[in-house]
């Protein structure tokens, strides 16, 4: 029995995540510090030209001391320095250890930013395939790869993420978050109808305001510090996401935490983070302005979702995903 498993894991720094609560660069560094074995991190910007380097330096010097390869964002769009080619390129050099390949993208992304020939190529390498929400893992059962797909869960550090002490009700605030996968269009039609609500949307890189400009009842923010963004949530009663199709989500799991309630698109894996009793789920249109309406007009019902809504982040918080993937690598390597 191996007491102490090597994980060699990688991992990529974006922008908009880098140094806050959220996202892999921050979720990675906590595995490596709590995980209870050695968990060696390489991290670098999506756009660094690596791999082939990399191969050779983990094929001759690495593989020999090292349990288990984590790629952290596998099949995701990071520029030139793919993880997936760079187990390809390990297994070509006579690597067996285990590959362990988190996948991020929703079947429609993947099947629109990869060739399914790739995609296929890409899973062959692995011995197994993490995911974050039940609609990729029946995509990858379709494609002939269940056996290996693992289904956890979206961490949020609910410590960093929580409700206010008081949350003001005196003015009625939505927050939207996100600018992946959303209906822009529909969200600019809810909010034409709900003109005596004030939308807080926060778009990251995108530009919204050729859609939300001239609109009064509406707080545009881009790129915003996270102790900004936590202070806008804290500040909702709740948070709207007018998704095509989602698996685990940052803003989601984030509301969540901070006592929100949810208006959400019913979609993807949308029902493995949320339950009626926090959430009400949309499919048309004037779904949403009913939610919207309901809420602002019922502040015991906000406060019950909301209360619901932190409970249930407790149970995908951050130490309870470290405990997931502790078993699981043990798991894995003692199996292998």
């Known amino acids: ?3 102490s498993p090597r994980i060699q894991s990688f991992c990529f720094t974006w922008p908009g995540t880098q140094n806050n609560h959220a996202g892999m660069t921050y979720f990675a560094k906590c595995l490596k510090k709590e995980l209870g074995y050695p968990f060696s991190l390489y991290c670098n910007s999506p756009k660094v030209q690596s791999r082939i380097n990399l191969t050779k330096y983990y094929a001759r010097i690495v593989a020999p001391f090292t349990d288990c390869f984590f790629f952290m964002e596998y099949l995701s769009p990071i520029g030139v320095s793919n993880q997936e080619e760079l187990a390809l390129n390990l297994r070509l050099k006579g690597i067996k250890k285990p590959m362990v390949g988190l996948v991020h993208l929703p079947e429609g992304l993947l099947l629109k930013t990869w060739r399914m020939k790739y995609i296929q190529q890409a899973l062959d390498q692995l011995d197994h395939i993490l995911v974050y929400g039940s609609s990729l893992t029946d995509f990858l059962k379709r494609i002939g790869y269940g056996h290996k797909v693992h289904e956890t869960f979206h961490y949020v550090d ?4 929580h409700p206010p002490l008081n949350r003001d009700n005196s003015q009625f605030k939505v927050i939207v978050i996100g600018s992946i996968l959303r209906d822009m269009q529909l969200l600019k039609v809810i909010v034409g109808q709900c003109s005596d609500i004030t939308f807080q949307i926060c778009s990251g890189k995108l ?10 009842n509406v707080e545009l923010y881009q790129y915003i510090p996270e102790e900004e963004l936590l202070k806008l949530l804290q500040q909702s009663q709740a948070s ?3 998704m095509e199709d989602t698996i685990g989500s940052n803003s989601i799991v984030g509301g969540l935490a901070c006592g929100v309630p949810q ?5 993807g894996s949308i029902r493995d983070y949320c339950s009626e009793k926090n959430t009400i789920f949309c499919k048309e249109p004037h779904d949403y302005i009913k939610a919207i309406r309901l809420l602002s007009q019922n502040k015991e019902l906000c406060f019950q ?6 409970k249930r982040a407790l149970e995908l918080n951050l130490p309870s995903s470290i405990n997931w993937f502790r078993d699981f690598f043990r798991k894995v390597i003692n199996k292998d």
């Open 263 to 267: 208006i959400v698109s019913d979609v």
């Open 207 to 216: 530009n919204l305001n050729p859609i939300f400009e001239n609109i009064n």
């Open 305 to 310: 979702m909301g209360e619901s809504a932190r």
């Open 1 to 3: 029995m191996i007491n």
């Open 240 to 242: 709207l996401s007018v």
């Open 158 to 161: 609910s410590d960093f993420y």
